[in-house]
């Protein structure tokens, strides 16, 4: 997202020559073609698969097609398969996806998102790969509440935790329930804005509550991954100056 002019190969390796370790985003896949190019891309990130080893330390899994009948299809997980087999190439430890696009009212949300996440979970711990499920924005879909993402956790086992976004978080005011899950957060998306609207801005730029969440870092010691998921659509000269300013932010020097 830093990069969104980019292509994914490029943004990867701009993040990278500024001596930062990057986040393999589906964001950028988006803005070029998404599903209709995504092979291509894919294609350019494993044949630079020995310059990245080490350097890129999560992916994004795409979430274009949460609906449980694309994602539970064959079809659909053919594709999420063939992203945990890159993370594996670049040797990335640690895989974020989205819960499905299922409303947290519907009597099998929970089931219907328990088979997705336990299909994607096996595959994962083969590779030795982390499954890092973010919390939803969306109020109406299961996975925007702690608790929907702690029932799968505990079923699930080891090898999957909880991608707490902030930004999510901070809209739906439940950030502080989040934190309160503390051993369960494996990796954080860093990024601010007002309240009411997903703008990715930079942290320290909108309403979250960026005391607390440096103390419960601090507190709890933790060892899993900070992304900093912030939007920059403009040109990477311009993207390069937001990159300067996270990184004198107190959040990035922890």
Request: net charge negative; hydrophobic share 45%; with cysteine.
């Amino acid at each position: 997202m830093l990069y969104l002019s980019l292509p994914p190969i490029k943004a990867l390796k701009r993040i990278i020559a500024k001596g930062l370790l990057a986040e393999l985003s589906y964001d950028n896949f988006v803005v070029f073609g998404g599903k209709l190019i995504e092979d291509k891309y894919l294609a350019e990130i494993q044949n630079s698969s020995n310059d990245l080893k080490g350097l890129v330390q999560a992916l994004h899994m795409p979430y274009d097609e949460m609906n449980s009948q694309i994602a539970l299809s064959i079809p659909g997980m053919k594709r999420y398969i063939k992203w945990l087999n890159l993370a594996y190439r670049l040797e990335i430890k640690t895989v974020v996806v989205h819960t499905l696009n299922v409303d947290a009212d519907i009597q099998n949300a929970y089931e219907l998102n328990l088979e997705f996440m336990k299909i994607l979970h096996r595959e994962a711990l083969d590779k030795g790969i982390n499954i890092a499920v973010e919390n939803r924005l969306e109020k109406n879909l299961f996975g925007s509440k702690p608790s929907d993402l702690v029932k799968l956790i505990e079923e699930l086992g080891e090898g999957i935790g909880i991608c707490l976004d902030l930004g999510h978080a901070n809209i739906n005011k439940n950030t502080e329930e989040f934190l309160a899950l503390s051993s369960y957060i494996i990796a954080i998306h860093a990024h601010d804005n007002d309240g009411s609207r997903d703008l990715h801005k930079p942290p320290f730029s909108g309403t979250v509550n960026w005391d607390m969440v440096e103390e419960w870092i601090r507190r709890m010691k933790f060892k899993g991954v900070i992304i900093f998921e912030v939007l920059c659509r403009d040109s990477a000269t311009i993207c390069d100056k937001v990159v300067e300013q996270i990184r004198l932010t107190p959040i990035a020097n922890l």
